[in-house]
């Protein structure tokens, strides 16, 4: 067995100090050490674990993914559609229940079989975890030159390869809505392209505009195509993960995740991660058009989910229903006066522009670019 402590201390001599995913016994004295001695953000899921990492990553902190064989699955999406083309070097360790010859429950048979082969078919490149601590330094190192040149990496842990860590007394923080505003008036179902002006109308030399994936980040990039915006291409239902593993790691930048509702739905529980940590510099923007527009027009659900309550609900420290776009201005500029983590909610009309572009930047490049900004 390795000694964790030790195993942790080495981690954090390599510069990895973030930790966040979901826990799996296996990993249970890994993610003990990461709680006693280190940041880790606990996860809903792990798709939500990977982005909050990879926000975190471009902000400049080295950070580590936690999560069971099971939830690799969950984490498929990001890995594939955010990792992978924007070039994002998280380090991952994932557990290997149903290990083939070992007696586990029958969930865990088929993943057991294919865990290291899912990985590879994602193209990660991954070590199984050596049970002693002079092969798995040298693993370590190995896996360090791999994430230097922009990959992740993965080590998948056996069953008893870390020694036990006692959980010391966990922190919980009651995180408290301050401010809730329901719908007051008819609303005004502006364009998307109207709300994006506006809100891009505000931006300053801090802020970075994180859009999520289909129209919105196309849209956003017709407005203005500048270093300090992402267009989330993929990883649907992950804009606001990426961006409060952001704003943890840039405190002095105001980010703002522009969402749609297709995508909140998808990754819902992201709003408790969201609240739960409360950025004071992360404002949360969900333009709802009842629908799938990007892929059609198909409605989604929304119109029955009351998202300014859930969002309140989940600690959001101001949630509040838009209802046109001079009050988008009015509470964008509130937010950036107040500092504290906001939702805002806004209807807009369905349908895009005619012939909307497409970022002709390769993700990984809009990704340097925004590295860049946020160094310099
Ligand atoms: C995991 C995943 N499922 C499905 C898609 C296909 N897809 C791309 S954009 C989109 C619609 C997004 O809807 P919404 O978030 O409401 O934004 P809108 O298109 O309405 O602006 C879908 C379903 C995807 N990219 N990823």
């Known amino acids: 067995m390795i000694n964790t402590e030790l195993f942790g201390g080495y981690l954090k001599n390599f510069g990895f100090n973030l930790f966040t995913g979901v826990p799996c016994s296996f990993l249970k004295p890994l993610i003990n050490f990461a709680i006693n001695e280190c940041e880790y953000i606990p996860a809903v899921n792990e798709g939500e674990a990977v982005a ?21 699955t969950n984490a498929s999406s990001p890995l594939t559609s955010l990792i992978q083309p924007f070039r994002i070097p998280i380090l991952g360790f994932v557990s290997l229940r149903g290990e083939p010859g070992l007696m586990d429950e029958p969930q865990h048979e088929i993943m057991g079989e294919i865990t290291g082969e899912l990985l ?8 199984y975890l050596a049970n002693e601590m002079e092969e798995a330094l040298k693993q370590l190192q190995r896996a360090t030159i791999i994430l230097e040149n922009n990959q992740p990496f993965f080590f998948i842990v056996k069953k008893n390869t870390f020694a036990n860590v006692n959980l010391q007394k966990q922190m919980k923080i009651a995180t408290k809505n301050q401010c809730k505003m329901g719908k007051k008036a008819e609303d005004q179902f502006p364009t998307r392209m109207e709300a994006l002006n506006r809100i891009n109308a505000l931006k300053g030399e801090n802020t970075i505009q994180l859009a999520t994936t289909g129209k919105t980040g196309r849209e956003l990039y ?15 239902g992950c804009i606001s993960s990426l961006g409060l593993g952001l704003s943890i790691t840039k ?29 004071k510099n992360l404002l949360h923007i969900l333009l709802d058009n009842g629908s799938h527009d990007s892929t059609g027009g198909q409605a989604t659900v929304s119109h029955n989910v009351d998202f300014v309550g859930i969002a309140a609900c989940s600690g959001y420290a101001n949630a509040i229903y838009v209802h046109n776009l001079d009050e988008l201005t009015q509470y964008i500029q509130a937010w950036k006066q107040e500092q504290k983590l906001t939702f805002l909610y806004i209807k807009i009309a369905k349908g895009s522009m005619n012939g909307v572009g497409r970022p002709k930047e390769k993700p990984f490049e809009v990704k340097e670019r925004l590295q860049v900004f946020l160094n310099d």
């Open 52 to 72: 909050i990492s990879a926000g975190a990553r471009i902000g400049g902190r080295k950070s580590v993914v936690l999560m069971q064989n099971s939830g690799l």
């Open 120 to 127: 590879s078919l994602m193209k990660v490149k991954w070590e």
């Open 222 to 236: 017709e407005i203005e195509d500048v270093p300090n915006n992402f267009y989330m291409v993929g990883s649907m």
């Open 251 to 279: 405190k002095e930048k105001e980010i703002i995740a522009i969402d749609g509702d297709g995508a909140l739905l998808m990754r819902m529980g992201s709003l408790a991660t969201n609240g739960y940590q409360n950025p």
